[in-house]
């Protein structure tokens, strides 16, 4: 049995007696709490970042040669027409999106991200419309790369002067559509006004110059003309519509194939025409030159403007190109941010992108095309 002055001893007491060693107990608690409650602390702050923020982070993704090859299949591939072989680079570039239908982006991320200036942070509703899901983004993204490959192959053989047929398609109606009840899913748009439609130009050039009058509309359904007349709408900016949305459907002479996986989205446009055109015509029209950009591209040529140019140029840059071609309607967002060794060229159509290639791969100084400025 303990004896009465033993009965109460803990580890580390050296005395029953109340003396200074039970003082050093409790000032080991008042430690151990001071512990429990730093730890808790801590875990609470990493709980806390740890919690998803409705932004989205880019930052630069690889680039592609559009000449070269990816997992040993040549990303252009041409069958039915003579090639050449292509040296030198033509770069599409890419862009890493977190976030969003991605997968959240925590508070420490966002932050991060914030501080790195190689990245951008932006809030998720300028990126994705409210409620997208992760499937319907990669099926959105798909289907664009699928419409940016094919309006490539069309400006390319334009701009080559290569024949091909192209007709004009309803792909639905938006909300409140005149055409409502007049235009279906699939009608093939033939004539307007008594004037052939071989472009959505046509269409549009003569919604303006009737000015809100109805417009009489030829279409082929499912192979049996229909006629239609409807009235446009002003769109609230001046511009009369008809509330159709409008796809091409194309009939190249041959085929054209484009390879490339895990990339989505229209930006690569402007570059897959570069790559057909310099495939399908004899000589190098790099010059050997490490040349990128980035850009949309329409049937007939036209550039229009992207997303992520900041880390698109980073991304150029890295993978080795002294030249980039950026659209003219980026050009707000270029200056201030070129990376050092990087010519950036503004452009506006695909003829002006190849003029800029030709006259690097020829030799010639650079200096005089048009860059972006801050005037």
């Given at each position: 049995?303990?004896?009465?002055g033993?009965?109460n001893?803990l580890?580390?007491?050296?005395?029953?007696d109340g003396?200074?060693?039970?003082?050093?107990?409790?000032?080991?608690?008042?430690?151990?709490l001071?512990?429990?409650a730093?730890?808790?602390?801590?875990?609470?702050?990493?709980a806390?970042g740890?919690?998803p923020?409705p932004?989205?982070v880019?930052?630069r993704?690889?680039?592609?040669?559009?000449?070269g090859?990816v997992?040993?299949?040549?990303?252009?591939?041409?069958t039915?027409?003579?090639?050449?072989?292509a040296?030198?680079?033509?770069d599409l570039?890419?862009v890493y999106?977190?976030?969003g239908?991605?997968?959240p982006v925590?508070?420490?991320?966002?932050f991060a991200?914030?501080?790195d200036?190689?990245k951008?942070?932006?809030?998720?509703e300028?990126?994705?419309p409210?409620?997208?899901?992760k499937?319907?983004?990669?099926?959105?993204?798909?289907?664009?790369?699928?419409t940016?490959?094919?309006n490539a192959?069309?400006?390319?053989?334009t701009?080559?002067?290569i024949?091909f047929?192209?007709?004009?398609?309803?792909?639905?109606?938006?909300d409140?559509?005149?055409s409502?009840?007049?235009i279906?899913k699939?009608?093939?748009f033939e004539?307007?006004?008594?004037?052939?439609v071989?472009?959505?130009a046509?269409v549009?050039?003569?919604l303006?110059a009737g000015k809100g009058?109805?417009?009489?509309?030829?279409?082929?359904r499912?192979?049996?003309?229909?006629?239609?007349?409807?009235?446009?709408?002003?769109?609230g900016?001046?511009?009369?519509i008809?509330?159709?949305?409008l796809?091409?459907?194309?009939?190249?002479?041959?085929?054209v194939?484009i390879?490339?996986?895990?990339?989505?989205?229209?930006?690569?446009?402007?570059?897959?025409?570069?790559?057909?055109?310099d495939?399908?015509?004899?000589g190098?029209?790099?010059?050997g030159?490490?040349?990128a950009?980035t850009?949309?591209?329409?049937?007939?040529g036209?550039?229009g403007?992207?997303?992520g140019?900041?880390?698109?140029?980073?991304?150029?840059?890295?993978?080795?190109?002294t030249?980039f071609?950026?659209?003219?309607?980026?050009?707000?967002?270029?200056?201030g941010?070129i990376?050092?060794?990087l010519?950036?060229?503004?452009?506006?159509n695909?003829?002006?992108?190849?003029?800029?290639?030709?006259v690097?791969?020829s030799?010639q100084?650079?200096?005089g095309?048009?860059?972006?400025?801050?005037n």
């Open positions: 049995m303990a004896s009465p033993q009965e001893m580890p580390g007491d050296t005395s029953p003396g200074a060693p039970r003082g050093a107990k409790r000032g080991s608690n008042k430690v151990s001071m512990t429990t730093g730890l808790l602390a801590l875990g609470l702050g990493i806390a740890t919690i923020v932004y989205v880019e930052s993704g690889p680039a592609f040669n559009t000449l090859e997992q040993g299949s040549p990303v252009i591939s041409v039915g027409h003579e090639t050449y072989p040296q030198g680079n033509l570039t890419t999106v977190e976030g239908p991605n997968g925590s508070i420490f991320g966002a991200a914030w501080l200036r190689s951008a942070v932006y809030p998720e300028l990126i994705y409210s409620g997208t899901t499937e319907q983004a990669a099926e959105e993204g798909a289907v664009a790369m699928t940016s490959q094919e192959v069309a400006s390319a053989l701009e080559l002067k024949p047929g192209q007709q004009l398609q309803a792909a639905g109606l938006s409140g559509s005149p409502q009840g007049k279906e699939g009608d093939v004539s307007i006004n008594g004037k052939p071989a472009s959505l046509v549009q050039s003569e303006a009058k109805p417009a009489t509309l030829v279409m082929d499912a192979g049996e003309p229909v006629t239609e007349t409807i009235t446009p709408v002003d769109n900016a001046g511009r009369y008809l509330g159709v949305m796809q091409y459907r194309f009939s190249f002479p041959f085929d194939k390879s490339l996986d895990k990339v989505a989205g229209p930006s690569a446009g402007m570059m897959f025409s570069l790559g057909i055109i495939t399908l015509t004899p190098d029209l790099t010059g030159k490490h040349v950009g850009g949309t591209i329409s049937p007939d036209m550039v403007p992207i997303g140019i900041d880390q698109k140029m980073q991304g150029a840059r890295a993978g080795g190109a030249l071609l950026a659209p003219a309607a980026n050009c707000d967002e270029v200056v941010h990376p050092e060794g010519q950036v060229v503004k452009v506006e695909l003829a002006q992108a190849r003029h800029a290639v030709e690097a791969g030799g100084d650079t200096s095309l048009p860059g972006c400025s801050s």
